[in-house]
């Protein structure tokens, strides 16, 4: 029932921030309102989630990708001397149009890399950052891709979503969404996978205007939202701060030529949860958290009340974090 009445909230009140939530001095007020709060907010997140996987699930209906892997040339992949892929007239002509909906799927999504890829890891489609790759640059064997297996074990009409990884071909830290191509014979030969970055979530959870796709949006920061957003992961570091931008990219630094190597972990990129705040009493509430799948606790922070909200997001390994002070301004916000 509170979800129900969260989504007519949505209705009367907006997204959060569109217009500011209003400070509430009384404890139980306050912990009604950051539940809302917390109710909207994963309605935007599963709305994103189910609107990339309806999308890509509808694109694998179009008739291109059976038509092209039920080719013969497709089932028995000619290459030359060099072990570059070469494709006949019927390809091509078929890639190509399978090349215009992921330029129009990019144009929805923001899209790091997409890629069409056989039983046998040989690439037939890349497109990197909106931009589509020469089949002379394709890869022959992606078949050690963190999504390879499992998304040949997908029955038709299934998508699998990835835990992040380091793409090595947008140079950022990325989940994957796949779907399998089916023929009428039920066999399996490829899939179809798009990358969307992890920057991604820290615009669900702290713009004013609010988008399914988020794609080419200004991202306007809500200004007007009291209260803190986390996504944590199951490792208790933040993916997604509303108040702090992470930064995805591969870290030249450690990698001075700018090439990608293997190896990339994600501790190295995110902050830990656990570091927001020293306070025992924080230290304690995350301690709470790990134990707990969702709940709603109450403490004192800098002799200041907050309510601090969690709860896991469906299909995924990752909680919803709210931080909501009462009656005022969190301590990261500068006093007046």
């Not at 699998?160 to 014979?185: G, I, K, Q, R």
């Not at 902050?271 to 927001?276: G, H, L, M, Q, V």
Request: aromatic letters at 12%.
């Amino acid at each position: 029932m509170r979800g129900i009445m969260a989504v007519i909230a949505i209705c009367l009140l907006g997204f959060p921030g569109e217009g500011g939530a209003m400070p509430q001095q009384s404890v139980v007020a306050a912990q009604e309102q950051a539940a809302m709060q917390m109710d909207v907010m994963m309605f935007r997140i599963k709305m994103f989630h189910r609107e990339v996987k309806s999308t890509l699930l509808g694109i694998m209906e179009l008739p291109f990708f059976k038509e092209y892997f039920s080719l013969q040339e497709s089932a028995n992949n000619s290459l030359d001397s060099m072990g570059v892929m070469q494709f006949s007239p019927n390809q091509i002509k078929l890639r190509q149009k399978i090349e215009a909906w992921a330029l129009i799927l990019h144009k929805k999504f923001p899209i790091g890399e997409a890629c069409l890829i056989d039983r046998q890891g040989q690439e037939h489609l890349r497109m990197v950052q909106g931009k589509l790759e020469d089949s002379q640059f394709f890869s022959a064997d992606e078949s050690d891709s963190p999504f390879f297996k499992a998304t040949f074990a997908l029955k038709e009409g299934e998508v699998f979503t990835s835990e992040p990884y380091m793409s090595p071909d947008s140079m950022h830290w990325v989940t994957a969404y796949t779907a399998p191509v089916v023929l009428d014979t039920g066999d399996k030969p490829a899939f179809f996978h798009f990358e969307i970055p992890l920057d991604v979530y820290g615009k669900l959870i702290s713009t004013v205007d609010y988008s399914y796709s988020m794609a080419h949006q200004a991202a306007k920061a809500d200004k007007d939202e009291e209260g803190r957003f986390f996504i944590v992961n199951k490792d208790g570091l933040v993916v997604a701060d509303s108040r702090n931008q992470i930064s995805f990219e591969l870290k030249k630094a450690a990698n001075p030529d700018a090439d990608f190597r293997p190896g990339e972990k994600l501790v190295d990129y995110l902050p830990k949860f656990a570091s927001i705040m020293t306070d025992s009493k924080f230290q304690e509430a995350i301690s709470r958290l790990r134990e707990a799948k969702s709940g709603m606790v109450q403490l004192s922070l800098k002799d200041h009340d907050y309510i601090l909200l969690f709860q896991p997001i469906p299909g995924s390994s990752w909680t919803l974090v709210h931080l909501d002070p009462v009656g005022g301004k969190g301590f990261w916000e500068k006093k007046d």
